[in-house]
């Protein structure tokens, strides 16, 4: 009897939060169990079949149930059912849980950290595909794990895992655990830096004796983790930088930021171990052509390159490649993070020039304060028309990058990341960019 029939099945499963996760885990655990179903949000019942499960709020603490999944997105100290939660949180479990009791024998690479997860995530997977690997992307990068189909023996999963998944798993295990960084993200629900990387480090102080952990050991935050922790994994040190032999053949312009040449250490790192080609490797790392909003180039020449990074919620997130880029014209704005800090010493922005848009402006100027010039608009709308009609006017022959980066999360003016993404090209093919290229030409 595997996990899943003996802790999973016959139960009384609440399930909080009818996203993605939370509709693939009511479709996976609905046959053998008796499911019901609570969301804050209660127009996301729309059919019927899902309305007949919902609870309300008196009904659930009545009742008596065996677990608790709880979606993602579900913060327990800012909920519908945070004193309820907080009284059970030995029941909580997550999807994660669910998909191990069930596939533990299957090979399970998991990568979590601050920056990078996504694109290392996707392009490990596609490189496991080039080598005919029955390799399955799941997790927070948007499919969630329990919608995989038709599973064999010679499955494996690359799973993108969040904080908040880890941070309330029970059961879940995996045999690459990656971490590949740490800055000071989502303090507002974990309560201090300590707590959020002791969820991220949970993957290996759940890990055993034949498993295998990839991390930088100088991080910081993880020194100090590892120095408290029993750990029972083989620990691989990966320093942030690829072979300079290797680092010749690849000519794909999304790999020059510091932050994405580190992901390719991590890449290679775990190819070793997994016996794959770097012939192979290289040619999947020159087709990648990267993921929407991640530092994805929308246009390039010889003049001038526009880069969505729409992804980019925190400072941390930015600086690699703000690094990387010679004269920049940086789009930055939005609600700025708890605890999260602009780190470039004023010497290393002499390059940079700052539009920020949004009403949350006060906060980007004590960061920038001294460092460098940075200039305030109403709204993204009014900041792209500033830089283009400055590109416009521009008389050097200095290669310009506009870069959108806005180093702070997205909910004063868009839904999401991918809202505020599609927003900022649809503002450049209103600008028509085209015709602003080629008048610098």
């Not at 802790?7 to 609440?14: D, N, S």
């Not at 059912?81 to 009791?101: A, C, G, H, M, V």
């Not at 740490?182 to 034949?210: C, M, W």
């Not at 490649?321 to 010497?347: A, E």
């Amino acid at each position: 009897m595997n996990l899943y029939k003996k802790i999973f099945h016959k139960k009384k499963i609440l399930i909080y939060g009818m996203g993605k996760t939370g509709f693939s885990s009511y479709k996976y655990l609905r046959k053998n169990n008796q499911i019901f179903l609570y969301d804050d949000n209660k127009n996301i019942f729309n059919k019927k079949i899902l309305k007949k499960l919902l609870l309300n709020k008196n009904k659930i603490h009545q009742s008596k149930f065996d677990f608790i999944l709880i979606s993602p997105g579900i913060n327990i100290n800012n909920c519908d059912l945070k004193n309820y939660l907080k009284k059970n949180l030995k029941k909580i479990i997550t999807d994660l849980d669910i998909f191990y009791s069930n596939h533990s024998k299957n090979m399970i690479i998991t990568i979590t950290g601050t920056n990078g997860k996504s694109t290392t995530a996707k392009l490990l997977n596609l490189i496991l595909k080039d080598h005919k690997k029955d390799s399955r992307l799941c997790g927070n990068i948007g499919n969630p794990i329990l919608s995989q189909k038709k599973i064999s023996k010679k499955t494996l999963f690359v799973v993108e895992a969040s904080s908040y998944q880890i941070a309330y798993s029970k059961l879940f295990k995996t045999n690459y655990a990656v971490i590949l960084n740490i800055s000071p993200d989502h303090l507002e629900r974990h309560g201090s830096i300590e707590n959020y990387v002791s969820a991220k480090f949970k993957l290996i102080t759940n890990q055993s004796k034949k498993d295998f952990a990839y991390l930088n050991t100088e991080d910081k935050f993880l020194k100090k983790r590892i120095k408290k922790s029993k750990i029972f994994s083989k620990i691989i040190n990966v320093k942030p930088k690829v072979n300079d032999n290797i680092k010749k053949k690849i000519v794909n312009p999304y790999f020059s930021s510091q932050g994405n040449r580190e992901n390719l250490s991590f890449i290679f790192s775990i190819s070793r171990k997994l016996n794959l080609q770097n012939k192979k490797i290289v040619n999947t790392i020159n087709k990648f052509r990267g993921l929407k909003y991640r530092q994805q180039i929308v246009y390039n020449s010889s003049k001038i390159t526009f880069i969505n990074d729409s992804k980019a919620t925190t400072f941390a997130s930015t600086i690699n490649i703000l690094k990387s880029l010679k004269k920049v014209f940086w789009l930055v704005g939005g609600i700025g993070k708890l605890g999260d800090k602009f780190t470039l010493k004023k010497r290393e922005c002499n390059n940079i020039r700052a539009y920020v848009f949004g009403k949350n402006k006060n906060f980007f100027i004590k960061q920038f304060k001294n460092k460098l010039p940075y200039y305030c608009f109403k709204d993204l709308k009014s900041a792209v028309k500033q830089v283009l009609k400055e590109i416009n006017n521009s008389r050097d022959n200095l290669h310009k990058t506009v870069l959108f980066s806005p180093s702070a999360a997205s909910f004063d003016s868009f839904k999401n990341f991918e809202e505020r993404g599609e927003y900022f090209n649809f503002l450049l093919k209103k600008y028509k960019v085209k015709e602003t290229i080629n008048a610098i030409r």
